[in-house]
């Protein structure tokens, strides 16, 4: 039998990587080492979804203390102090990348503190030029922003930098219609920058559910973004004072401090050697899997979003466990990537989980439950910003097929709803229900007559 320096090596340490390491060695013995160029926890932890919920906290303690006042408290807000805010948030980052690093240690994990290429099905180069062998290769390096061919190299900063700015721009344009672009420009807002949103579809948020876009939209604008659709960046420039001047479709010329973009993310797989490997990759690098994430070549195997099934940090951390429990557990497992519930940390937020009214529609008659209302809470001070809570169901099955929530905590409300829906719920079940009074909630088991 070939004798391989170890039994599984991960390239990427991030939370899917992570996963797959310490089950494998953990809790079925494997001889497990990993290699992570750049800080243990990827993306997540590091330049994704913790930084970025730290930075909706902050942003939204703003709007809390407008509310306050409104409410009858004698508040005097003064200006966020971002530098305060930035030592605190180093200082957690910091915490978790050496929770991550201990954590993957005490399973008896190898870690290699360098980048490291596939250089053949079973052998892997290290930036130190060393080559080890392993029976197995996971490749869990995850996505990287993507910035259009002639705009890189300006200075503009992607969602990897902005959590490392030195100072807080007065203004910002921020291109991009996904969930980081929207995310962004509320937390920038709320900081006290002016923000233009510039997006070239019809609407942000694509591929949600169509009232769950024009809720969240009309909340951007409502909280005082400049958001433009139906345009598109056609030229930019960095000038010498270090600020932007950028230029677009609508025939607009203007100048920001910053600029963001927001424009998608890509598969990380660029100088991994993949190809020369045999390694088969999508048209947009994003390597191909089967159910139990297995490439083409039998020892090679790919987890989270270099795979670019769902791009969520919890989708990663269940394909990484399964691979685990697959190869060295003996117990083949593959992920169920249907009715996975997310959450765009918006204000107020979107959580969203199952078929959108369109997709449902596609595939036979549904019914559409739906309400809309100002929420108790911010209606007593006069706001405008309105809820929603929306039902998908099946008139045939009566079985709930999705739910959208726009609305304060929608992040943690979805996530109940997340359970019902797997499980098979009908609308009956629902309906069923007892409502807990008053909360926006109680919508969900109140909608008794459909809206179309």
């Known amino acids: 039998m070939t004798q391989f320096d170890y039994d599984l090596f991960v390239i990427g340490g991030g939370s899917g990587g992570v996963r797959a390491a310490r089950i494998a060695a953990g809790e079925h013995g494997a001889k497990v080492a990993m290699a992570e160029e750049f800080r243990m926890g990827g993306t997540c932890v590091i330049r994704g979804c913790v930084p970025k919920k730290l930075m909706v906290f902050a942003a939204g303690h703003g709007a809390a203390l407008d509310e306050a006042a409104l409410y009858g408290w004698q508040v005097e807000k003064g200006r966020f102090d971002w530098a305060a805010f930035r030592h605190r948030l180093d200082a957690e980052l910091n915490r978790l990348e050496s929770i991550y690093t201990r954590n993957a240690e005490t399973a008896g994990v190898t870690i290699y503190h360098q980048r490291a290429e596939v250089s053949g099905a079973h052998s892997v180069r290290?930036?130190?030029?060393?080559?080890?062998?392993?029976?197995?290769?996971?490749?869990?390096?995850?996505?990287?922003?993507?910035?259009?061919?002639?705009?890189?190299?300006?200075?503009?900063?992607?969602?990897?930098?902005?959590?490392?700015?030195?100072?807080?721009?007065?203004?910002?344009?921020?291109?991009?219609?996904?969930?980081?672009?929207?995310?962004?420009?509320?937390?920038?807002?709320?900081?006290?920058?002016?923000?233009?949103?510039?997006?070239?579809?019809?609407?942000?948020?694509?591929?949600?559910?169509?009232?769950?876009?024009?809720?969240?939209?009309?909340?951007?604008?409502?909280?005082?973004?400049?958001?433009?659709?139906?345009?598109?960046?056609?030229?930019?420039?960095?000038?010498?004072?270090?600020?932007?001047?950028?230029?677009?479709?609508?025939?607009?010329?203007?100048?920001?401090?910053?600029?963001?973009?927001?424009?998608?993310?890509?598969?990380?797989?660029?100088?991994?050697?993949?190809?020369?490997?045999?390694?088969?990759?999508?048209?947009?690098?994003?390597?191909?899997?089967?159910?139990?994430s297995q490439t083409n070549i039998p020892s090679i195997f790919a987890v989270g979003d270099v795979t670019d099934r769902i791009q969520l940090t919890p989708v990663a951390i269940r394909e990484g466990h399964a691979f685990a429990d697959t190869v060295f557990g003996g117990t083949p497992t593959a992920v169920d990537h249907a009715d996975v519930p997310s959450a765009v940390f918006t204000r107020p937020e979107a959580g969203t989980v199952g078929m959108t009214e369109e997709e449902a529609r596609a595939r036979g008659p549904v019914e559409i439950y739906m309400a809309s209302f100002r929420p108790m809470q911010t209606s007593f001070i006069g706001a405008?910003?309105?809820?929603?809570?929306?039902?998908?169901?099946?008139?045939?099955?009566?079985?709930?097929?999705?739910?959208?929530?726009?609305?304060?905590?929608?992040?943690?409300?979805?996530?109940?709803?997340?359970?019902?829906?797997?499980?098979?719920?009908?609308?009956?079940?629902?309906?069923?229900?007892?409502?807990?009074?008053?909360?926006?909630?109680?919508?969900?088991v109140l909608l008794r007559k459909p809206v179309r």
């Open 126 to 292: 290290l930036a130190d030029g060393r080559e080890v062998t392993a029976r197995h290769i996971l490749i869990a390096t995850g996505g990287t922003p993507f910035v259009p061919e002639p705009y890189r190299g300006l200075g503009a900063m992607t969602s990897n930098e902005i959590f490392l700015m030195d100072r807080l721009p007065g203004s910002m344009l921020v291109l991009g219609g996904g969930f980081i672009a929207c995310e962004m420009a509320q937390v920038m807002q709320g900081l006290g920058v002016q923000v233009t949103q510039m997006y070239r579809g019809k609407q942000v948020l694509r591929g949600f559910d169509q009232d769950v876009q024009e809720h969240v939209a009309a909340a951007l604008v409502q909280q005082g973004i400049h958001l433009e659709v139906n345009t598109d960046l056609t030229a930019l420039e960095r000038l010498r004072d270090g600020r932007f001047r950028a230029s677009c479709t609508q025939g607009r010329v203007r100048e920001f401090d910053a600029v963001l973009f927001a424009t998608g993310r890509v598969p990380n797989v660029a100088g991994l050697g993949l190809e020369a490997a045999g390694v088969q990759l999508a048209e947009n690098g994003a390597v191909k899997v089967d159910a139990y």
């Open 384 to 444: 405008e910003t309105k809820a929603l809570f929306k039902l998908v169901v099946c008139a045939v099955t009566r079985r709930v097929l999705g739910c959208h929530i726009v609305a304060p905590g929608a992040g943690e409300l979805i996530q109940i709803a997340a359970v019902a829906i797997k499980m098979g719920a009908t609308k009956e079940d629902f309906d069923r229900t007892i409502a807990v009074h008053p909360t926006m909630s109680e919508e969900l």
